[in-house]
Each structure stands twice: as C-alpha cells, then as structure tokens.
C-alpha cells in the first residue's frame, strides 16, 4: 500500500519529516538523513555513518559557492 505524507517548506527551505516518515524511518532529533536521487526520483533515508564520515570528509572543499553574494543570487533556485 502507497500512503503519502506531506510537509511545507519554509523561508529557508526547511521542512519537518512527518510524523510517521520519522517513525518509519526510526529518526529522533539529531539524526542525519540523506538524499538519494535517482533520475526524477528522491529517496530519503536515515543516513549511515559512512554517509555522515563521507559528508565530512568533503566539507572544506565546498567552499566556492558559499558566500552572501552567491546566497542572494541563488536564493530562488
């Protein structure tokens, strides 16, 4: 069976996870959850750890993007 839950985005693009995604998905507050995009389709999951170390590990190197200027230029995207 198929069921859908929904959630609204806020200002910043925040949302919060339904209640029975987090209960499905056995989240509570401080887990990680990762993305996988596949084509037009986004899976969302509780992330592992290798995920999380993965993240991380990536961190500094994602810099050249990350200023106000490219913030209000972007914004709308």
């Known amino acids: 069976m198929i069921s859908t839950a929904t959630s609204k985005l806020t200002k910043k693009y925040q949302a919060t ?22 084509n037009n389709n986004v899976h969302l999951r509780k992330a592992r750890s290798v995920d999380t170390v993965f993240a991380q590990s990536l961190q500094d190197t994602l810099t050249e993007w990350d200023s106000a200027e490219d913030d209000e230029a972007y914004r709308e995207l």
């Open 17 to 38: 996870i339904p209640e029975p995604v987090r209960r499905m998905l056995h989240l509570t507050a401080g887990d990680v959850i990762a993305f996988d995009i596949d």
